[in-house]
């Protein structure tokens, strides 16, 4: 069993930058696909980015040249670097696995909470 825990959120103004983390606990090798999904108020879950397990990255159109996922397998951990923010990613972020291929994730994390103040 995995278990993913984000950490990282927080409030910060247009243009500056975030780093979320998602720690794993249980055996992070087996997760073949990780990603960052977010999801604002009033709006549907939509995909951020993914990795798979060789180093493969997929970005949603919204986030290319902003956002950075990455993933240490010696630290059990992924991470999504977020720059030049935009009140527009204001959202929940939730960390994902999956034992497979990147289009379905067995495991989420509870979510961290990025806000972006104009």
């Known amino acids: 069993q995995v278990q993913l825990v984000e950490s990282g959120g927080g409030s910060v103004q247009a243009g500056g930058s975030l780093r979320l983390s998602c720690a794993a606990s249980?055996?992070?090798?087996?997760?073949?696909?990780m990603g960052w999904f977010r999801q604002a108020p009033g709006k549907e879950r939509e995909g951020v980015a993914t990795?798979?397990?060789?180093?493969?990255?997929r970005y949603a159109d919204s986030v290319k040249g902003q956002f950075t996922i990455s993933r240490d397998s010696a630290k059990n951990t992924l991470y999504l670097q977020m720059n030049s923010l935009k009140p527009e990613d204001t959202a929940m972020y939730y960390c994902?696995?999956?034992?497979?291929?990147?289009?379905?994730?067995?495991?989420w994390g509870q979510g961290a909470q990025v806000t972006v103040s104009s």
């Open positions: 249980g055996y992070m090798y087996n997760l073949y696909c």
């Open positions: 990795i798979e397990i060789g180093g493969s990255t």
């Open positions: 994902a696995g999956s034992g497979g291929f990147c289009g379905s994730f067995n495991y």
